[in-house]
C-alpha cells in the first residue's frame, strides 16, 4: 500500500467524484470494469483504469485476475477498504446533519 497519511488518503478519494462513484459500486456487488464503465454515465475507460489503480494501491480494493477464456478481472473490497469506506459513510452522516441543521453545536452552522 502507498504510505499516505490517512488524511491524503481520504482528501484524494473525498475530492475525486470518480472514486467515490466506483466505491459505490463495488459495495454494491458491481466488480467487473466494464460493468462499473456502462453503470456509469460520462465515465471514460481511461478515467475508471486510473480511479481503480489508485483504489489498489492505496489498499481499499484488491484486483483479482481470473485465468479464463476470455480472461477478467474484478476487484473486491479489502478488509482496510471496508473500514476506510466506514469513514466515508461517517463523513456523509456529518453532512446530513449539518444539512439537516440537527443538533450542530452552536458556531458550527452556517
Known amino acids: 500500500m502507498e504510505q499516505l497519511s490517512v488524511h491524503q488518503m481520504v482528501e484524494s478519494i473525498i475530492g475525486c ?3 467515490l462513484t466506483v466505491l459505490s459500486l463495488v459495495r454494491k456487488g458491481v466488480r467487473r470494469p466494464g460493468e462499473m464503465e456502462h ?3 460520462g465515465l471514460s475507460g ?3 483504469n486510473e480511479r481503480l489503480t489508485k483504489l489498489v494501491r492505496y489498499g481499499i480494493l484488491d484486483k483479482v485476475s481470473f485465468a479464463e477464456i476470455p480472461p477478467h478481472v474484478e ?3 479489502t478488509e ?3 473500514s ?3 469513514v466515508l459513510d461517517e463523513v456523509d452522516r456529518l453532512q446530513q446533519t449539518l444539512s439537516g441543521g440537527l443538533d450542530v453545536p452552536k458556531g458550527h452552522r452556517r
Open 46 to 48: 481511461k478515467v475508471l
Open 17 to 19: 467524484k470518480w472514486s
Open 80 to 82: 482496510f477498504g471496508n
Open 39 to 41: 453503470a456509469i454515465d
Open 75 to 77: 476487484y473486491r473490497m
Open 84 to 86: 476506510f469506506t466506514g
